[in-house]
């Protein structure tokens, strides 16, 4: 069983800043990709930005230039610092892993999501 667990969230004004941070936990071999996705209300979840187990890193047109992912191996956490921030970008934030388990082999797993709340 893999957990991701998510923190960070709030309510800040327009052109603020706010980090996300997920940390994953279970018996875990290898995380392969990581990666953070938002739902807004009314809308179908999209993809925020991704990390490879390697580093590199794919973000959405939406928030290239302000959100930066990054991640630390050793704590199998991903970050997400999140600067500029828009009224667009209220939303739900969820964090997602590509894990490789012993059990269950490889797994992609879902945080409980975390509110992004941005006013104008």
């Known amino acids: 069983q893999v957990q991701l667990v998510e923190s960070g969230g709030g309510l800040v004004q327009a052109g603020g800043s706010l980090r996300l941070s997920c940390a994953a936990s279970g018996i875990i071999l290898r995380i392969n990709a990581m990666g953070w996705y938002r739902q807004a209300p009314g809308k179908q979840r999209e993809l925020v930005a991704t990390?490879?187990?390697?580093?590199?890193?794919n973000y959405a047109d939406s928030v290239k230039g302000r959100f930066t992912i990054s991640r630390d191996n050793a704590k199998n956490t991903v970050y997400l610092q999140m600067n500029g921030l828009k009224p667009e970008d209220t939303a739900v934030y969820y964090c997602?892993?590509?894990?490789?388990?012993?059990?269950?082999?490889?797994?992609?797993?879902w945080g409980q999501g975390t509110q992004v709340t941005v006013s104008s």
């Open positions: 990390i490879a187990a390697g580093g590199s890193t």
């Open positions: 997602n892993a590509v894990v490789r388990t012993v059990v269950a082999g490889t797994v992609d797993s």
